[in-house]
């Protein structure tokens, strides 16, 4: 899909709206004067260019079309020049600074600059925006540069398939692994399935990749975000896809996408550090946003306006969730509790405390009555969600929990582990259902519509999915970033069996007992997309054919 253009009548709009925090660090003020490498450009580095950048140039609900991520970027600016050399006060960059319309004021949604970081700017513009002298170590973009030269490590997949003896050369007959030069891969932070079960949401740092659940094939890449993404969800009703994350210490970023024609729908600012979590509420009218900030804020979907925010917390607020009839939330928190609190007022309904280190998770059972809880202390606490009594404590994990998700039905929970796995619980009682051997920190996890698939997403920036009810291992999700519409992607089940983009074979190789062997004949063996899809309704598959 081609990317949107907008008119240049609200070009410039666009770049004054979406401009990034660009200081709140201030260089030390000496006698000497400011120049772009000494004082100016690590500010840039460190808080504008994640989204002013040459790479978001045509992505303008990013960058406004601006690029700061160069010298000679900041002096051209967008379709006007920002900064105008000797003259601070006529400069646009910094007009926008000091403008008491909070509607155009930069920083956007955050309070204003302190008044010495600007003076830092307008210092450096006043005495004519010099160069300076250009570290010997310094890039000419921002971020980790990728060149041919990079050191790319192995991506290791290994599989239980193992061709008959001869098929593949004299050696011994070995189960198959495939080596890619593609990592390291950006880890999996947050995974959703649409209601319909037809789409499967998969975020990484900078993008999220929306497979096609039946054809196990990416539909859309997602490039358009700040910073990482640590959450997803699909609104109740499927048409949007909400995509939180942001920027640490600067910019909290929410954003809602079509999921018709994946253009964006909505951008939603207010937070002034990373989004953590998100929650829609049944009804799909309202969204809970959780913040480091230590806030929670409420946005009316339809309007994309706050319409109540929590703050009751003292530190960190890591993750949200709706009760089932809209009334109220769950929250946790750094500060060691969850608080539980009425959407319509923000006012505090229960502390549920007790807990000695930082809470990371929290659901709330489909019929509203339990909240379950756990984090850093990783057990699974179960509370009567009208007393805020702690009805059971369930071990397991071992080591901090990330998530922690209901079934539809409300039978089954799932909870996400730094010791590698996921574990399935009873959702009426907490009893321990079966563990799934990941063998990478989990951070992420979703149960299926329907209540048969387990999604894991983990440190190692795979995506795993389970049979919930066996625990079966039946697939692996890897997708790349894109260097143009589509990165290369790989669904990969167990028995061998793959589904790839046509670059992929081209990024490694199969191997057998450590060393390379006969791809072509693998690949025509083991390329089969109708098995794949069959494994992912859980289908039984049977050992490939490869052939004599």
Same mark, same amino acid.
């Given at each position: 899909?081609?990317?949107?253009?907008?008119?240049?009548?609200?070009?410039?709009?666009?770049?004054?709206?979406?401009?990034?925090?660009?200081?709140?660090?201030?260089?030390?003020?000496?006698?000497?004067?400011?120049?772009?490498?000494?004082?100016?450009?690590?500010?840039?580095?460190?808080?504008?260019?994640?989204?002013?950048?040459?790479?978001?140039?045509?992505?303008?609900?990013?960058?406004?079309?601006?690029?700061?991520?160069?010298?000679?970027?900041?002096?051209?600016?967008?379709?006007?020049?920002?900064?105008?050399?000797?003259?601070?006060?006529?400069?646009?960059?910094?007009?926008?600074?000091?403008?008491?319309?909070?509607?155009?004021?930069?920083?956007?949604?955050?309070?204003?600059?302190?008044?010495?970081?600007?003076?830092?700017?307008?210092?450096?513009?006043?005495?004519?925006?010099?160069?300076?002298?250009?570290?010997?170590?310094?890039?000419?973009?921002?971020?980790?540069?990728?060149?041919?030269?990079?050191? &790319?490590?192995?991506?290791?997949?290994?599989?239980?398939?193992?061709?008959?003896?001869?098929?593949?050369?004299?050696?011994?007959?070995?189960?198959?692994?495939?080596?890619?030069?593609?990592?390291?891969?950006?880890?999996?932070?947050?995974?959703?399935?649409?209601?319909?079960?037809?789409?499967?949401?998969?975020?990484?740092?900078?993008?999220?990749?929306?497979?096609?659940?039946?054809?196990?094939?990416?539909?859309?890449?997602?490039?358009?975000?700040?910073?990482?993404?640590?959450?997803?969800?699909?609104?109740?009703?499927?048409?949007?896809?909400?995509? !939180?994350?942001?920027?640490?210490?600067?910019?909290?970023?929410?954003?809602?996408?079509?999921?018709?024609?994946?253009?964006?729908?909505?951008?939603?600012?207010?937070?002034?550090?990373?989004?953590?979590?998100?929650?829609?509420?049944?009804?799909?009218?309202?969204?809970?946003? !959780?913040?480091?900030?230590?806030?929670?804020?409420?946005?009316?979907?339809?309007?994309?306006?706050?319409?109540?925010?929590?703050?009751?917390?003292?530190?960190?607020?890591?993750?949200?969730?709706?009760?089932?009839?809209?009334?109220?939330?769950?929250?946790?928190?750094?500060?060691?509790?969850?608080?539980?609190?009425?959407?319509?007022?923000?006012?505090?309904?229960?502390?549920?405390?007790?807990?000695?280190?930082?809470?990371?998770?929290?659901?709330?059972?489909?019929?509203? &009555?339990?909240?379950?809880?756990?984090?850093?202390?990783?057990?699974?606490?179960?509370?009567?969600?009208?007393?805020?009594?702690?009805?059971?404590?369930?071990?397991?994990?071992?080591?901090?929990?990330?998530?922690?998700?209901?079934?539809?039905?409300?039978?089954?929970?799932?909870?996400?582990?730094?010791?590698?796995?996921?574990?399935?619980?009873?959702?009426?009682?907490?009893?321990?259902?079966?563990?799934?051997?990941?063998?990478?920190?989990?951070?992420?996890?979703?149960?299926?519509?329907?209540?048969?698939?387990?999604?894991?997403?983990?440190?190692?920036?795979?995506?795993?999915?389970?049979?919930?009810?066996?625990?079966?291992?039946?697939?692996?999700?890897?997708?790349?970033?894109?260097?143009?519409?589509?990165?290369?992607?790989? !669904?990969?089940?167990?028995?061998?069996?793959?589904?790839?983009?046509?670059?992929?074979?081209?990024?490694?190789?199969?191997?057998?007992?450590?060393?390379?062997?006969?791809?072509?004949?693998?690949?025509?063996?083991?390329?089969?997309?109708? !098995?794949?899809? &069959?494994?992912?309704?859980?289908?039984?598959?049977?050992?490939?054919?490869?052939?004599?």
């Amino acid at each position: 899909m081609p990317r949107r253009r907008l008119p240049d009548s609200t070009f410039y709009s666009v770049f004054l709206s979406s401009l990034c925090l660009c200081v709140s660090v201030v260089p030390s003020l000496t006698a000497a004067e400011p120049t772009y490498w000494q004082d100016v450009r690590p500010l840039l580095r460190k808080h504008c260019t994640v989204c002013h950048r040459d790479k978001h140039l045509n992505e303008p609900e990013v960058s406004g079309g601006l690029a700061l991520d160069t010298l000679e970027a900041v002096r051209t600016g967008a379709k006007t020049p920002v900064i105008a050399a000797g003259k601070s006060g006529d400069s646009e960059l910094v007009k926008r600074l000091l403008t008491n319309d909070e509607k155009k004021r930069m920083p956007q949604d955050a309070p204003p600059l302190p008044p010495e970081s600007i003076a830092v700017i307008r210092r450096w513009i006043d005495s004519g925006a010099k160069e300076g002298t250009k570290p010997d170590d310094a890039s000419t973009t921002a971020g980790p540069v990728v060149t041919s030269s990079t050191r &790319k490590l192995d991506v290791i997949l290994p599989t239980n398939a193992v061709p008959p003896a001869g098929v593949l050369g004299p050696g011994a007959p070995a189960k198959l692994e495939l080596v890619l030069k593609a990592g390291p891969l950006a880890s999996v932070a947050a995974v959703a399935f649409s209601p319909d079960g037809k789409l499967l949401a998969v975020g990484y740092y900078g993008r999220v990749t929306v497979w096609d659940t039946a054809t196990v094939q990416p539909v859309k890449t997602l490039t358009n975000v700040l910073g990482a993404v640590n959450a997803l969800r699909f609104s109740p009703d499927g048409k949007l896809l909400a995509v !939180a994350g942001g920027q640490p210490s600067a910019k909290g970023d929410l954003r809602l996408y079509s999921v018709e024609d994946w253009k964006l729908a909505g951008t939603l600012g207010g937070h002034t550090d990373v989004i953590s979590s998100i929650a829609f509420s049944l009804d799909g009218k309202l969204l809970a946003s !959780a913040s480091f900030d230590k806030t929670v804020h409420i946005w009316d979907v339809a309007t994309h306006k706050p319409v109540q925010s929590f703050t009751g917390h003292s530190d960190f607020v890591y993750s949200v969730a709706f009760s089932p009839d809209g009334q109220w939330l769950a929250s946790a928190s750094k500060d060691r509790t969850v608080r539980l609190f009425e959407t319509a007022t923000g006012k505090s309904r229960l502390t549920l405390s007790g807990m000695e280190q930082e809470v990371l998770a929290v659901a709330i059972s489909p019929d509203g &009555k339990q909240v379950v809880s756990s984090g850093q202390e990783s057990q699974l606490s179960w509370w009567n969600a009208q007393t805020g009594e702690r009805t059971r404590r369930q071990g397991g994990h071992g080591i901090a929990v990330h998530e922690i998700w209901f079934s539809k039905d409300g039978q089954l929970v799932a909870s996400a582990g730094a010791d590698r796995t996921v574990r399935l619980w009873r959702g009426d009682n907490g009893t321990p259902v079966r563990t799934l051997a990941v063998g990478s920190v989990v951070y992420t996890t979703a149960i299926s519509p329907n209540g048969k698939l387990i999604a894991a997403g983990s440190f190692d920036g795979l995506l795993r999915l389970f049979d919930a009810a066996s625990g079966r291992h039946l697939l692996t999700l890897l997708s790349l970033p894109p260097t143009g519409e589509q990165g290369d992607w790989l !669904a990969l089940t167990p028995e061998g069996y793959t589904v790839n983009s046509e670059g992929l074979p081209g990024l490694g190789q199969w191997r057998m007992m450590g060393k390379e062997t006969a791809a072509e004949k693998v690949w025509k063996a083991l390329r089969q997309p109708e !098995a794949v899809s &069959k494994a992912w309704q859980g289908g039984t598959l049977p050992v490939p054919d490869f052939g004599k």
